[in-house]
């Protein structure tokens, strides 16, 4: 009787030690929680303190002069260079989507997926080094958008692949069915039941890789060069500068102007991202509504 | 399912009934889409050669040494370049990566360190104790974190946290950290808020979107009458995690950490903000300023092409070359390992 009653305190005591330390260990996970999300809200209020108090339009309508001026150089050259992007890397990135997930079978697909989502893990800066000796110096065609675009797209394309290719997977098998059924012919299954159907992934796929663009440095330090001039259309032979580059070299300048305009080009990056995400995420829910009441 | 779908594309028997011409209407889209989805594996290709071609003078006149020790000289470029092993060089040109190796390494595990638990934690507590709705604001979250632009994390890490960091919280470590292995580490110089322990919690922020969605992903999957068949037998919480939940799906964590790994290798331009970017030197405690390999270029390649032999530039691509192939192991290997076990894909690109 002694006995048992020790060994029921005894594991009393242990159901106490375990519920203990059940109980820390979901502390520890609400820091770790915390500590996932302190670090965005903080980048994000502390970018907005530092940039919203002096902003005026005159940083988004005049080009830089210097190490003071404005952004508007940057600003029309990163929207230039991610426009680029969404045409080469969205072409690209959504036609070969495509064909992983509708045509491409067996050993051909696996090998080109997995070169697809292997190029993504490239090191930013060494697609930018090798863009640099083959486009810039090797082609002849200096310090360009045309470099600058084609590095980028080099890193988003398989990105935009993998969600197409994903989004397109998704579409119900009754609906091609259906439309063979009803006599269409695969192209027209393609173009007006799959894609359709998969057009929202795709474009919440199109979208964040040019949110990813936008705030890429390293592939375009050595291929798009920097200018302080407004970019032109020339494809080749003309530098133009973007927004990264401008928190990239201003913070470190011995000069209050230029520190405020590298945190005026952070903020202004945080804002084209968010609208980004922002946009991809109405695709989403909107997209996510329709299947409903369908 | 997927070569159902495109089986049944490809041979549409019923439409052909109604529809004599024989002509396939998907000729032009399946042959631009199959070049499209050739050109990543170019562009990989390309890649890689361009860098090989590159590197090679490089990889003669550095030899073996390249790896194990420790200079960075481009050599003197008013004297006559000389030839070694066929390479036209400076005269006394002499490169060792062994310290921005080393800093590479360090940083990217301390950033792992901070960054796995992290991940785990929050990725745990919102999809085991939260309920679907503050699992999509978690999505947000991390979202943002992926969104925000590596400038503006180095941004943030040199002119605030860093400073911070060093000001308020680094001292009072270096003072009360015992001497004893690996905590030694921990005392010293702290230094002016630049540096390996700044650059690793940087770090560790710029991975957390990777190996937290992919966790969320993989804990979503684990069946919920396993995990609440372990509860009836009386775990708690903690062990049902530990337990059921983890083991079920450790391989995709592995995974998801390795690629983790692999962007923080390669990240470039918030460790070249808040690195300090010493070059030649070893790091002698955990606040020191280093360098890695991949800052190494962003922050010399303009001064390298000064070298007119071009072994400055070429010195480079070796040091690419290395981090390209680092990472593509990596890669190769965290995506070989999740698909041989699990039906979650890696995430491509920056994660979520």
Redesign the interface.
């Known amino acids: 009787m002694a006995r048992n009653h020790e060994a029921l305190t005894r594991i009393g005591a242990r159901t106490r030690r ?2 203990a ?2 109980g820390a ?2 502390s ?6 915390a ?3 302190v ?6 209020a ?2 907005a303190s530092k940039a919203l108090p002096h902003m005026s339009w005159s940083v988004i309508t005049t080009p830089g002069v210097g190490l003071g001026g404005g952004l508007e150089n940057e600003i029309v050259g990163t929207l230039l260079i991610t426009f680029g992007v969404a045409v080469v890397a969205g ?3 959504v ?2 989507g ?9 050993r051909t697909a696996s ?2 997926r ?17 863009g ?3 486009m810039v110096v090797a082609f002849h065609w200096g310090f360009s958008l045309g470099a600058g675009l084609i590095t980028l797209s ?1 890193m ?4 935009i ?2 969600t197409t290719e994903v989004s397109l ?1 998704q ?1 119900p ?1 009754s609906y ?2 259906g439309a ?2 009803l ?8 173009r007006t039941i ?1 894609l359709r159907s998969a057009l929202p992934g795709i474009v919440t796929g199109l979208i ?2 040019l ?2 663009s ?5 592939p375009l ?2 291929t798009a060069g920097y200018s302080q001039n407004l970019p032109h259309l020339g494809l080749t032979h003309s530098p133009l500068g973007y927004l ?1 580059y401008a ?2 070299t201003f ?1 470190n300048e011995p000069s209050a102007r230029a ?1 405020q305009l ?2 005026d080009a ?1 903020f202004l ?2 804002v084209l ?2 609208a ?2 922002t946009a991809s ?1 109405i695709v989403v829910t909107r997209a996510s509504r329709h299947q409903e009441s369908a | ?6 089986r ?3 041979e ?1 028997q ?2 052909r009934i ?2 004599p011409t024989t002509k ?3 000729g032009p ?2 042959i ?10 170019l ?2 290709l ?2 890689l050669g ?2 090989v071609h ?1 590197a090679l003078p490089a990889v003669k006149y550095n030899g073996i040494g390249f790896f194990v020790h420790n200079v960075w000289h481009p050599g003197n470029f008013y004297l006559q370049p000389v030839t070694t092993n066929g390479v036209l060089h400076p005269a006394q040109a002499d490169y060792g990566a062994w310290a921005i190796i080393v800093g590479t390494v360090l940083s990217s595990l301390i950033a792992l360190v ?1 960054a796995l ?6 990725a ?3 999809s085991k ?1 939260l309920g679907p709705r503050v699992r999509n604001t ?1 999505g ?6 992926a ?10 890490g ?3 946290i860093g400073p911070l960091l060093s000001r308020d919280i680094y001292p009072i470590v270096a003072k009360h950290m015992p001497d004893v292995i690996i905590l030694r580490w921990f005392r010293g110089s702290t230094g002016a808020g630049e540096g390996l322990l700044t650059s690793g919690i940087i770090l560790a ?1 710029m991975i ?1 979107p990777i190996i ?1 969605s992919t966790s969320r992903d993989l804990f979503a999957q684990v069946p919920k009458l396993t995990e609440e068949g372990a509860e009836a037998l009386g775990m ?4 049902v ?1 530990t337990k059921v939940t983890l083991p079920w799906v450790s391989a995709g964590i592995i995974g998801a950490t390795v ?1 983790g790994l ?2 923080a ?5 918030a460790v070249a ?1 808040v690195s300090g970017s010493v070059l030649g030197t070893l790091p002698t405690n955990i606040y020191s300023t280093f360098n890695t390999i ?1 800052a190494t ?2 922050t010399t ?2 001064s390298a092409l000064i070298d007119g032999t071009g072994l400055a ?1 070429r010195t ?2 070796e040091a ?1 070359l290395v ?2 192939l680092v ?2 192991l ?3 290997g965290a ?1 070989l390992l999740v698909r041989k076990v699990s039906t979650t894909a ?1 995430p ?3 994660g ?1």
């Open positions: 375990r519920k330390a059940s260990a979901i520890l996970g609400v820091i770790a929680l500590l996932v999300i670090p965005s809200v903080w980048i994000v502390q970018v072409f690209i990135g036609m070969s495509i064909y992983l997930s509708q045509f491409a079978r067996g090998v080109l997995g070169a697809s989502e292997v190029l993504a893990g490239i090191p930013s800066i060494v697609v930018g080094y090798v640099y000796v083959s080099v988003v394309v398989p990105y692949a993998k997977r579409v098998t091609v069915e063979e059924a006599g269409l012919n695969p192209g027209q299954i393609l799959s964040v890789a949110a990813i936008v705030g890429e440095t390293a330090l050595y990264t928190v990239w913070y520190i590298s945190f952070a990056l945080i991202v968010l980004l995400i995420r | 399912m997927a070569s159902d779908l495109a049944k594309t490809e549409p019923a439409p109604f529809r396939s209407p998907l889209v399946k631009a889409s199959a070049v499209s989805s050739v050109a990543p594996l562009a990989l390309a890649i361009i860098l590159q901070i638990p992290a991940s785990l934690g929050a745990l507590v919102v104790l978690l947000i979250f991390l979202e943002l974190l969104g925000i632009p590596s400038v503006v994390f180095g941004l943030w040199t002119l605030t922020a957390i937290a708690t919480r903690m062990e995690t690629l692999a962007r290798l390669g990240e470039t331009m903000m991949a270029i962003v390649l303009d530039v480079l691509a690419a981090l390209m990472t593509l990596a890669n190769v995506r890696l491509v690109g920056r979520v």
